[in-house]
């Protein structure tokens, strides 16, 4: 009798760690083939982009895309947000628009690094976009007023966008954080980067249909570029 007790005890051993052993597996496996949330803080060109549905219009398994806007440049209410969040993205980009342009340059910095931080420290993978180009203006007027702007010292804000660019690609390549380089994606060469006409629906700001067919190509090699960073 008490071999067979003893028997049962073991049996019944042997089945708690065979259950535990397969709950695990499991869960790995839930794990493994969970999509990966990325999410792009941005304003209203990452709007009409309609980021969220881009693993419909291009071939990107694995992943969850959101979008998140905010109309300021200061995006930290919503990265603490994201970052606090109980069910946090693995990777959020940050982008800035063209409207924000010039501004405090050095207040610009700050801000970005901060946000880099509060992401890492809570554990998600940070990312950055170049702000888009802006169009050329055929206006004689405004190309009147940049033109002595530049005179005087004063930056405009094509300038402002060419310098924070520059900015964040140096800034990114320090820390090793990936960037999607929207301003390369629509501007017309490397030493012309004003924003090709036919990507500009007639504000000089916002994007044409074709620009956001652009970018979803552009984007999607970006991603499977990501995939292939040493990690």
């Not at 419909?56 to 895309?65: I, N, S």
């Not at 012309?192 to 090699?221: I, P």
Request: charged letters at 25%; glycine letters at 8%.
């Amino acid at each position: 009798m008490p071999k067979i007790l003893g028997g049962t005890k073991i049996t019944r051993v042997a089945i708690l760690v065979l259950a535990f052993l397969m709950g695990a597996t499991a869960m790995a496996a839930t794990e493994q083939y969970r999509p990966k949330r990325v999410v792009l803080v941005g304003a209203s060109i990452g709007k009409d982009w309609n980021f969220e549905r881009i693993g419909e219009r291009v071939a990107l398994p694995g992943y969850q895309f959101e979008y998140r806007g905010v109309q300021a440049f200061d995006k930290e209410p919503l990265i603490q947000t994201l970052a606090n969040s109980a069910d946090k993205p693995n990777i959020v980009l940050i982008k800035e628009c063209s409207t924000y342009f010039p501004g405090n340059f050095e207040d610009y910095k700050r801000r970005v690094i901060s946000w880099v931080g509060i992401l890492r420290a809570a554990g998600i993978q940070p990312g950055l976009v170049t702000t888009p180009p802006i169009d050329e203006s055929a206006d004689f007027v405004l190309r009147a007023k940049n033109m002595i702007k530049r005179m005087i010292g004063r930056q405009t804000t094509f300038d402002g966008i060419v310098q924070f660019n520059d900015w964040v690609k140096r800034y990114a390549e320090r820390e090793h954080i990936p960037v999607f380089d929207m301003e390369a994606a629509l501007r017309r060469n490397e030493r012309e980067r004003w924003m090709r006409s036919e990507y500009d629906v007639g504000d000089t700001v916002h994007l044409s249909k074709g620009a956001y067919q652009v970018l979803d190509e552009a984007f999607a090699r970006f991603l499977t570029g990501w995939n292939k960073r040493p990690s």
